[in-house]
């Protein structure tokens, strides 16, 4: 063998001084090494022939398969790995060849890195193994392109990015990727990433989560404004999305089609210095969660949330959106609906300043809207029904709203002017009897203080006209507005109709 070496890297080497740019080719396994020509230099025998090593790279001639040198050109910092069924064949670009270590068993890749490398490693995936998985460890920032792979893991996470640093997550452009994870183990998602994970891109990634899990973040994750592709968890007997310290969401959708635990949940971390500690922050998006297993919320924030714009939508058992910190809704869609508790519930402040929102809440006990400490109105349109519905407070600004105590039935809702022209209505999705707090609250801009409205069931609505989960805002789609149920003059903060 170190003959046969010796022997064709004189002969390439001679092809090599024929050409400017070529790839010198280092072949073991299942893995190839690329080195571009210009750059290895001299690649020198030691221990008696036995290694030899190319750009710092040293290799154990027994080990070497083959050496051959094409036109192919490959990119400094790149790791390719291509799933094949039961197999994976990985290409490392030589100037980063030193600082890997690979392990290649089936279809099952570990890639680890130096800790002392600070190159940033371009990782991409591609193929279909029912029987394989990813692994990287290291600790430097590093990018993860998933190019439509189909990966299904039988005993850990399909991907596992153990390394504490900027992980880049880049969903290839008109591509689906799809990750699952095996069953009953002790892993935590599919998809696990330890650092922080940022998503770039315009693929689609479709996870399911058979332990726990669908992904895993163990810092922040942030859907970049250049991201508008889609994260789509189909199940997970977890939580569909679980991140610790806090989610970022400028662009791109996160759509969880079932779970057993919370639909996104969101925890902060012990070191309490770390930036948007337990936070959700929402500037743009979507995110749809229709949440499946008994006592799970839609989304679970440990601090504060704060949503400027994007699409929300929550179904749940327990609470929609749910926090320990303040809640401020400045802008954007949300509809929040509990089967068996809250709405939307903060266990401080709630302050809706825009946007348009409805939430509906258990039937017995559930707070549509609740803020525990003070539910503030100063602006958006806004529609919610439950069992009870927390008091708005008077703050500079406030909007007028309306509220009502009593029965409500499965019936469709409009309010009516003085002059009984229709002003909003409000599509019921189930029936409601409190002898407690308000059961129902209306507010938006249009409604003035000091003008007396009238609330009629029995309303008339037509579906196709626009409205936002059944809240009309103006007459357009109110084709008739029922009879009167109960009258009252707006005030800010509130007035309570009767």
Known sequence: MKRQIL?????????IMLHSQQTLWVAQGHVKYAFDTQQV????????GDTLTIQSKAFAVADIDSIYVTDDLVESNTVTVDYQDSEAWVTIAGNIASALTPTVNAANVSMAQDTTSQLEVFYTLSGTSSNGSFYHSGDYKATLILNGLTLTSTSGPAINIDDGKRIEIQLVDSTTTTLADGAKGTHKAAFVVEGHSEFKGAGTLVLTGNTKHGFKSDEYMELKKSFTG???????KGDGVSINQYLE???GSIIVEACEGDGIQIDAKTDTTKEFNGQFIMSGGLIQVAQTGDGGKGIKVEADVNI??????LTANDNALSSKGNIVIGGGKIYAYSAAAHGISSSLNLTIAGGDITAFAATTVGYSLRGATNFYITGGNIAAVGALVSTPKTIEGAQPALTYQGTITKTDLALTDASGNAVMAFAQQRSYSSSKKHTLLLSMPTIAAGSAYTLCNGATLDA???NWHGMYTTATGITATGTSLATGTA????????
């Open 7 to 15: 022997t064709s890297l004189m002969a390439l080497t001679c092809l």
């Open 41 to 48: 230099g001299q690649m020198p025998f030691s221990h008696g």
């Open 230 to 236: 889609l994260i789509r968890v189909k199940n997970a």
């Open 249 to 251: 969401v400028k662009s």
């Open 308 to 313: 400027s714009d994007g699409v929300i939508e």
């Open 464 to 466: 196709t006209a626009d």
């Open 491 to 498: 005030a800010a903060p509130y007035s309570a109709m009767q």
